[in-house]
């Protein structure tokens, strides 16, 4: 998921260059081509969606421990 969002702003950054530089068809063909590549990317599924969501957990239950010094 964090690769999608780092190019997906990347993609932006390219997208409002050619735009800035008077290139509307170069800023729509990057555009297109991000979608066509990152359009079915979701995020993580299945074995490794569980595990995070257990670390994720584990880690928010923690946190009370860490605060209060104990460990």
């Known amino acids: 998921m964090e690769v999608k969002t780092v ?30 590549i990152f359009q079915q990317k979701v995020g993580m599924d299945g074995e490794d969606s569980t595990t995070y969501d257990f670390f994720l957990f584990s880690g928010q239950q923690q946190k009370p421990n860490l605060v209060q010094g104990s460990f």
Do not use: E
């Open 7 to 36: 190019a997906g702003f990347i993609s932006y950054k390219i997208c409002k260059l050619a735009f800035r530089v008077n290139l509307p068809r170069d800023a729509i063909s990057q555009f297109r081509k991000h979608m066509d």
